[in-house]
């Protein structure tokens, strides 16, 4: 802190005094500024002027306080941290998947003979909350959002998360209630879900969701209906091992092309 | 009173806050932007252009959005033509989209500082921030009501609320003065000019007569080229009593634009 201005000079600055130059002025202004004691002297010095200024200030801030808005009530901070975290539309397309585990529990519940049908939706189950979370015909701002330095990459991983902080909890207590191996729902559940967002960098996450469910349904969940058997990549044994491989690879070949993902048609 | 940072006082390192040569945009499959050379400074400049002209195209090179298919982009100094990261860039830049979309039950507040969130600004900056941007615009005494009951005036004052909430160094607003009645455009024009100040400001329009009310600067495009780069006078000059339009301006705006169209450059 510089030192404190010489009570003459204070008094001459409240006056107003010409005689005072530019740089004496801004010297005791820019002190005035960081001590309190001497702010307080200056009120000692001040002319009948700059009283009568102040009270007319301080009259006119009462009559704004009273005629203006009522003070915002402090927003609940869950409430702030939802809005940044969730993307409006992801609640109906997590409570519909939601559902689809709930009907494969009890189908296996129902069928205990048939092969686990909650072991053949884990894979798919993230897909389409994913999709809709990173989506320009889901989300209205999104031609605002796509400018912001905080678009890109980090923001889908954000989103994702979210999508598998609901989804995962589900499988776990799914995978518990049928007794079904929890390494073999949530590997592949994490391998669906870096993936589509990895081929999603070259066709669009949205596509790229529909493809890889597409393709799980066609080469896995159909033949597995036919024959009554689980396939090799659902097995225990090596298949969670791989499949954790593949969701260390997809998402390590995202990360390198973070670019991708940086514009208004990025993933989309 | 704002606190200014370190970062707003450094001086800047670059001739130009906006720098294109030969930029090429694509817009689906069609060069909307091509082979354009432009260079602005802080100040207000008007981008006036018929429909189709690749004014929405260009402004959407320039707040980043859109990858250039050719030639060179530097906003503040930073390259954002490639591959780079944008980061540093777009914490300086302000955008107003053409369509600018919403989420109806946020207030207006809470989308201005979501807004300056997604800006990365210091945490503790963004309810003064918010408050401030929403002042600007006038939008005081609907700060807390929901958006899905804005009339479309208010809506386009929040959508410019948004893009200024951070002090953007280079401000880009399409088709602003959409939906703002004459006593609110006189009000946009001051804002304009105080923000232009200390940041470069870039409107684009289909109203000739803002541009010349409000820009220092008038740039004209066509078929994705700059055509007309000057001021206000200058356009007006281009004018002859034989050119199309009900004012000075807009003569001077026909007269270039159909100079353009036969093939010469102004
Ligand atoms: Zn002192």
């Known amino acids: ?268 | 009173m704002r606190t200014i940072s370190a970062a707003e006082t450094a001086p800047a390192t670059y001739a130009w806050s906006v720098h294109a040569e030969q930029l090429k945009v694509k817009a689906g499959r069609h060069l909307a932007v091509d082979g354009l050379d432009l260079r602005m400074q802080n100040g207000v400049h008007g981008l006036l252009g018929p429909n189709g002209a690749g004014k929405t195209t260009l402004m959407r090179a320039l707040a980043t959005v859109l990858r250039p298919a050719g030639g060179k982009l530097t906003i503040l100094g930073q390259d954002v033509g490639g591959r780079g990261n944008l980061r540093q860039a777009r914490r300086g830049l302000g955008y107003l989209p053409q369509e600018f979309g919403f989420y109806p039950r946020f207030t207006v507040r809470e989308f201005v500082e979501y807004m300056a969130w997604l800006k990365e600004m210091p945490k503790h900056t963004i309810p003064g921030a918010a408050q401030r941007a929403i002042e600007r615009v006038g939008l005081t005494t609907r700060a807390d009501a929901r958006m899905k009951t804005l009339s479309g005036g208010m809506l386009r004052r929040a959508g410019i609320a948004q893009a200024i909430v951070n002090n953007p160094l280079v401000l880009l607003l399409d088709e602003p003065t959409v939906g703002l009645d004459p006593e609110q455009r006189l009000d946009f024009r001051e804002l304009l000019r105080d923000l232009a100040v200390d940041s470069c400001v870039l409107v684009s329009t289909h109203l000739v007569e803002d541009v010349v009310a409000a820009c220092t600067d008038v740039l004209m495009v066509n078929e994705g080229r700059l055509v007309f780069q000057g001021d206000a006078n200058t356009l007006i000059d281009h004018g002859g009593p034989n050119d199309a339009g009900d004012s000075p301006a807009e003569r001077g705006y026909s007269a270039l634009l159909r100079r353009a169209r036969n093939g010469g450059v102004a």
Do not use: K
Request: glycine residues 8%; contains cysteine; proline residues 7%.
């Open chain 1, 1 to 268: 802190m510089s030192t404190h201005p010489e009570p003459t000079v204070l008094a001459r600055y409240a006056e107003g005094d010409p005689g005072l130059d530019d740089a004496a002025v801004w010297t005791v202004e820019s002190h005035l500024e960081t001590c309190p004691d001497c702010r307080a002297r200056l009120t000692g010095h001040l002319t009948g002027d700059t009283r009568a200024l102040l009270e007319t200030v301080a009259a006119g801030i009462d009559r704004g306080i009273v005629a203006g808005p009522a003070p915002v009530r402090n927003p609940r901070a869950w409430s702030v941290t939802g809005r940044r975290w969730f993307t409006v539309t992801l609640a109906p397309w997590l409570i519909m998947t939601a559902a689809m585990i709930g009907c494969a529990v009890l189908m296996n519940v129902l069928e205990p003979q048939m092969p686990s049908l909650v072991l053949l939706l884990a894979p798919v189950a993230p897909l389409p909350g994913v999709a809709v979370a990173w989506s320009r015909r889901t989300d209205p701002a999104w031609e605002l959002i796509a400018a912001t330095p905080a678009a890109g990459l980090a923001m889908l991983l954000r989103r994702t998360a979210v999508v598998l902080a609901v989804i995962m909890p589900l499988l776990v207590l799914a995978g518990a209630y049928t007794g079904t191996s929890i390494a073999l729902l949530l590997a592949p559940c994490l391998a669906f879900t870096a993936s589509s967002i990895a081929l999603g960098a070259l066709i669009g996450v949205h596509r790229a969701a529909f493809v890889l469910a597409a393709l799980w349904a066609a080469a896995i969940v159909l033949p597995t209906l036919v024959t009554a058997e689980l396939p090799v990549v659902l097995q225990s044994g090596a298949a969670p091992a791989g499949w954790t491989l593949v969701a260390a690879v997809t998402t390590g070949f995202a990360v390198a092309r973070a670019d991708l993902f940086r514009r208004l048609t990025s993933g989309n």
